[in-house]
């Protein structure tokens, strides 16, 4: 083993603070991104949802492409 003790592998050689801290802000970021991702796509499929309806009330049966929709809005 590398470390005689707990207490060594924890220090680093004197270490410690800047490896954990590089280990936890990074296990935060990750973390981070996966909520982050989890509510784009929450908004996504809401987003689509809406869209849905809205195209279900009109009467349209098609799917309006990106260049429809963009050529409706200018």
């Known amino acids: 083993m590398a ?8 220090a680093m050689g004197g270490h410690g603070v800047y490896v954990w801290a ?5 296990g935060l970021l990750l973390v981070g991104v ?3 991702a989890r ?7 809401r987003d689509l949802r ?3 309806r809205r ?3 009109r009467g349209t049966a098609a ?5 429809e929709d963009h050529a409706r809005e200018s």
């Open 55 to 57: 195209e279900r009330r």
């Open 39 to 45: 509510a784009e796509r929450r908004a996504l499929l």
């Open 34 to 36: 996966v909520i982050h």
């Open 50 to 52: 809406r869209r849905a």
């Open 22 to 26: 590089a280990w936890g802000l990074t």
């Open 3 to 10: 470390f005689d003790s707990l207490s060594a592998f924890l």
């Open 63 to 67: 799917p309006v492409t990106h260049q």
